[in-house]
């Protein structure tokens, strides 16, 4: 099983806020099947302010490559991620075209 921690800002706006919360609420079958087949087997996503993190836990076969090559076929997952974006700001160091920034794991306690 691997991990990943990623991070994401949304626009500092508390309507804006409060209508991503509560689409992700109700998050269209389509996105919950799409995220599962490709091998994430748990995601949560935690606010504070406008700052958003997500905890992903998938197979060891899954790979952000793999899962946007599939979502770039699938005209629902793109649906989705174009009324996200109205709600998304990039953070100022992610790469052209990144919304999610994979976060470095700099300590543990296990």
């Keep these: 099983m691997k991990t990943y921690c990623l991070a994401l800002d949304l626009k500092d706006d508390p309507k804006l806020i409060d209508a991503y919360e509560k689409h992700h609420q109700e998050v269209w079958p389509e996105i919950l099947n799409s995220i599962k087949s490709s091998g994430i087997t748990s995601m949560k996503i935690y606010r504070t302010g406008n700052r958003l993190f997500m905890i992903i836990n998938a197979s060891e076969d899954f790979s952000f490559e793999k899962k946007g090559e599939m979502d770039n076929k699938n005209p629902i997952v793109e ?6 974006d109205q709600y998304q700001q990039r953070l100022p160091w992610a790469s052209s075209g990144v919304k999610w920034v994979l976060m470095d794991e700099i300590f543990s306690l296990d």
């Design 79 to 84: 649906k989705w991620e174009a009324l996200m």
